[in-house]
Each structure stands twice: as structure tokens, then as C-alpha cells.
Antibody, heavy 117, light 107 residues
Framework: QVQLQESGPGLVKPSETLSLTCIVS????????WSWIRQPPGQGLEWIGY???????NYNPSLKSRVTISADTSKNHLSLEMKSVTTADTAVYFC???????????WGQGTIVSVSS | ETVLTQSPATLSLSPGERATLSCRAS??????LAWYQQKPGQAPRLLIY???NRAPGIPARFSGSGSGTDFTLTISSLEPEDFAVYYC??????????FGPGTKVDF
């Protein structure tokens, strides 16, 4: 059974870079696509981007200039970097397994990131 | 990019009642639509994909329909555990994904 666990600093200062990691267990990340999705407090879901099993990436156009998603097959984890964060980036960040047809079928529990000075 | 709208924002029902949730796309998305359920403090759960296919393990009381721009999620008879927020999500041909704003089903 695939399980995902996000981790990262709970607090980031404005203008700095947010870095998160998602450890995948129960399957190889080589077999699937993987996405990051976020949810600001009390709000809806926003797709950030994905990394494919071949290492190609695709991003939400509204975030593309600030975001990098990568996969480390040796550690079986994926990463998210978001530059120049503002308070608007405060959210719960989820990683999820992405099936092209079905959507996001396995999710991590999410990690809370607050952007504040 | 395609924008999704959901209605109503809140649906107040009782256990045993039928719930009908709507999702409308700003342009045709064929059947490239999924539905998710999210409970407080939890990650979303995939219910329906490709507009009408139930994900593994999802009870038969959940059904989806629609194509093009208009989609519906129906819960035939609400169970206590079904009170939650429901999101629709579309994928474009370029694999850009967007979510609707959600419908809260409460008691």
C-alpha cells in the first residue's frame, strides 16, 4: 500500500524559499506521476504541479515562475521548492500520486506552512 | 484555463436524503472530471473519475454524470460519514489541473 509523508519547515519568512519533501513508501516513484497540491486556510484546493516518471514537469501557470518540482529516485522522494514566498503562500501542502486518467488517488496527510516574519 | 464553478456552496440535508451537487466548466472538458470528498483535517479522497467512474472502494451510493460543461455528483442516500466538502477537478489536454471551489454538505 502506497503511503506519502510530507515534511518541511512549518514557518518561512517572506521573500525566502520554501522547500518541502514527500517520502513515498510502498512503491517506486519511477512507476507514477506525482503532484503537489495546496490548500490555504479555510479555502479550496490549488494544483501546483507534477513530476512524471520520466522526470518531466508541468506547473500551474500562475505559479510556474516560482516553483520547481523534482524527484529523487535513489531516495524515493519528491521535492517542492517555491521561491519568493509571500503570506499568500500560507497553506497546507499535500503531495499526491497522480494517475493521468483517474486523478489524484493517494494523498499524504499534508504539512502546514506559514509564511510570516 | 478552464474555470470550474460549483453549486450550491452549501447543501443542508439530513441522513437518508438524496444529495445532488453541480459542477460547471467554463468550456467543454469532455468527461475529464473527477470528484473528491474532504473531511476536516484530512486529505481529499478520490470518489469519481472521468465523470462517472467510481474509484476503487467507493460505495455505490456515490454516482457521477455529465459531459462537456455540466456535471453532477449524486449521493443517493446520505450516510452520517458523507457530511463533508466535495470538490470537482478537471484536467486539460496539456495536463493542467484545476479544482472547483467546493460544495459543503452539512446536516
Amino acid at each position: 500500500q502506497v503511503q506519502l509523508q510530507e515534511s518541511g519547515p512549518g514557518l518561512v519568512k517572506p521573500s525566502e524559499t520554501l522547500s518541502l519533501t514527500c517520502i513515498v513508501s510502498g512503491d517506486s516513484i519511477d512507476n507514477y506521476y506525482w503532484s503537489w497540491i495546496r490548500q490555504p486556510p479555510g479555502q479550496g484546493l490549488e494544483w501546483i504541479g507534477y513530476v512524471s516518471n520520466s522526470g518531466s514537469t508541468n506547473y500551474n501557470p500562475s505559479l510556474k515562475s516560482r516553483v520547481t518540482i523534482s524527484a529523487d529516485t535513489s531516495k524515493n522522494h519528491l521535492s517542492l521548492e517555491m521561491k519568493s514566498v509571500t503570506t499568500a503562500d500560507t497553506a497546507v501542502y499535500f503531495c499526491a500520486r497522480m494517475l493521468v486518467v483517474e486523478g489524484f488517488d493517494v494523498w499524504g496527510q499534508g504539512t502546514i506552512v506559514s509564511v510570516s516574519s | 484555463e478552464t474555470v470550474l464553478t460549483q453549486s450550491p456552496a452549501t447543501l443542508s440535508l439530513s441522513p437518508g436524503e438524496r444529495a445532488t451537487l453541480s459542477c460547471r466548466a467554463s468550456q467543454s472538458i469532455n468527461t475529464y472530471l473527477a470528484w473528491y470528498q474532504q473531511k476536516p483535517g484530512q486529505a481529499p479522497r478520490l470518489l469519481i473519475y472521468d465523470a462517472s467512474n467510481r474509484a476503487p472502494g467507493i460505495p455505490a451510493r456515490f454516482s457521477g454524470s455529465g459531459s462537456g460543461t455540466d456535471f453532477t455528483l449524486t449521493i443517493s442516500s446520505l450516510e452520517p460519514e458523507d457530511f463533508a466538502v466535495y470538490y470537482c477537478q478537471q484536467r486539460s489536454r496539456r495536463l493542467i489541473f484545476t479544482f472547483g471551489p467546493g460544495t459543503k454538505v452539512d446536516f
